[in-house]
């Protein structure tokens, strides 16, 4: 056996061959080296458990070349959106307008006033490029913004109540993606997590009967990807603020009054089918913080973003961890090209890839289904049909908010779906779809127009 291992052939060796040599014109040399590495481990390993009676080096060479031609430039790479997801957290959420990557290029290829005032000539603060509008937006008298709204909390938590309360209704303490979990962020900003209420109920009396001379927040939380249904009760944003300001009066005590909206829609989405409340009405419920993320329903790149009282988002701008939580130029600049098109709804609508997504019509979704699904058709050992499906927005909006779409089935020879899955998702541009009733299909909402021959050459050339 331990001759098999003496007779692999050596890296330097096998890095003389032509055949090997042919692939400097697309990788550097310790890129080769980690494909030899790697397949060289899996040989050793194969010589290990038996599988392998002897070695030949042509076999060797070849399973190098196989490998080398599965390795992507680039580990971050593009793939075809088709489970009809819009706001797919693990496929990268929204898609910047090209206004956005415009400006995003501009600004990261130049050198730009990120953190200068042009007009007196001093040091200016990069937190000021995109507040004004972001507040003329929403209607609120400040903003902030920072890394991801996850930040956000977490920023607003820990500046007003280390070591103090905060207030939350038991309906509200939830996880979003794994990652964040509303009792964990609480507890990490030393605060104290004080729940109120029961998982289905919570009134204003469970509140006010909370409250003491440690509270420092009353928090509401979009529960975003869940919902009670039934017989259940919470509290408004309106009511919460009454209560804080009736706090005041008797206790002489500011309890501060914050949203985690979650999305943070900034235009009216019920033509749409799509019932989900706006930041500014949240604004002018009179609540002191609201945040949201950037590149959910707003369309934009990763942020989160603060809005609400002045006097409170600029005791937020003095604190260290913004610091630890400060937003990139790139962001700024990709937000910036963003929210320039809010200015004008149609706009907005046409140019923000979520909200365009979003906007299709069932005819245009059923048009652009039929022409893929055609195309499909026409290749050999595949078919194709096309089916009603539905589509989510996701991104913590319900799971239930659901918007009729098309999808096309495809069928490869008399492979099962979850094959045609697995095969789709290692093509060269992986293709991600989903299987329902056993059919692999792609919802078309979520497809770019250029991703339509991408997905007709990969089958044409799996289907052969
Ligand atoms: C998505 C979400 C978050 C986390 O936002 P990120 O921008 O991903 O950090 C926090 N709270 C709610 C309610 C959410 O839906």
Redesign the pocket.
Known sequence: MSDLYREIPQVAKLLELEPIRAYLDRFYLPEIKQVINYTLSEIRNRIKNNEIKEIKHTDIINLIIENLEKKRIYSLTKVINGTGTIIHTNLGRSLLSETAVMHVVEICTNYNNLEYDLVKGERGSRYEHVEGMIAELVGSESCLVVN????A?LLCVTAFAKGKDVVVSRGEL?E??GS?RVPEIIETSGAILKEVGTTNRTHLTDYDKATNENTAIYLK??P??YQIIGFTNSVSNEEIVKLANKKRKELGQHIITME????GCLIDLSSCGYKESLVSDSVKSGIDLVTF?G??LLGGP?A?IIVGRKILIDKLKKHPLLRAFRVDKMNIAALEGTLRDYYEEDKAKKSIPTLKMIHYSENELYQRATTLSDRIKGIENISSKVIKVNSTIG??SLPQSQLPSYGVTISIRNYPAYEIEALLRNQEVPIIGRIVNDMFILDVRTLLDSDIDIIVATLERVGR
């Open positions: 991801n709204n996850a930040a909390v939830v979003i993606g964040f939380v979009h975003s990807n985690d909206l979650g999305s993320s590149d959910k990763q989160g991104g913590g």
